[in-house]
């Protein structure tokens, strides 16, 4: 799979859906496997 870089492209095929609970928002170590728990994440590319 490639990486969408077409930032319209992205949002147009996004159908988001506000989940109840809480939100937070983390910087996790590289390399760490994710938490049980964590339902989504995002990587950001490194140049």
């Not at 799979?1 to 930032?7: D, F, H, K, P, S």
């Not at 159908?15 to 995002?42: F, K």
Request: glycine share 8%.
């Amino acid at each position: 799979m490639t990486a969408e870089m077409n930032l319209q492209a992205l949002l147009a095929g996004m159908h988001p859906v506000q989940r109840e609970g809480e939100y937070v928002y983390v910087l996790w170590p590289h390399g760490r496997p994710l938490a049980a728990g964590i339902e989504a994440a995002v990587a950001r590319l490194r140049a």
